[in-house]
């Protein structure tokens, strides 16, 4: 066992060091889509993302992101997606999927009066083996959509210290 200072000290890691072993914050990966997506009506449809602005461990490929050997633990993710002319009383669901399996979903109900953009976002925090993959979907119901590419994203980070 080694002891790094005591209770109250302060450690200073200059810029350009690279943290790895347990306390590294990875894998990480921030995607986004790179041109627009047809959402049907009542449809799950998978949300393309395929434009990777990070990806530590590459990790994410082909639209899902798969927790790689040794990288077991807690995982956050967060996710944006935005309908262009969303026709009112329509309904959103985005959901996160593990291995195939809805496992984390949020709704939303258009009430504006009018047919107009809407953002639909989540976040949410998920125990994950290595091999397990996650899929981002959304449906809808009250009309078919279009994606807004500048504002669909998906990201996701082992969290350390839990």
Do not use: C
Request: hydrophobic share 40%; no cysteine.
């Amino acid at each position: 066992t080694v002891t790094l200072g005591s209770s109250g000290d302060t450690f200073t890691v200059p810029s350009g060091v690279t943290v790895a072993g347990s306390m590294a914050n990875t894998p990480a990966f921030f995607v986004t889509a790179s041109s627009s997506q047809s959402i049907g009506n009542v449809s799950a449809t998978k949300v393309t993302l395929d434009s990777e602005t990070y990806d530590t461990d590459s990790a994410f490929a082909s639209n899902k992101f798969t927790v790689p050997s040794g990288k077991a633990g807690l995982y956050a993710f967060n996710w944006n997606i935005r309908l262009q002319s969303v026709a009112d009383g329509a309904t959103f669901i985005t959901s996160l999927f593990k291995n195939g399996i809805e496992v984390e979903t949020t709704r939303n109900r258009d009430q504006l009066g009018a047919a107009t953009d809407f953002f639909h976002n989540g976040a949410v925090t998920l125990s994950l083996a290595a091999g397990d993959y996650i899929e981002f979907y959304i449906i809808t119901s009250g009309g078919a959509t279009t994606t807004n590419q500048s504002y669909v994203y998906l990201s996701g980070y082992k969290l350390i210290g839990v």
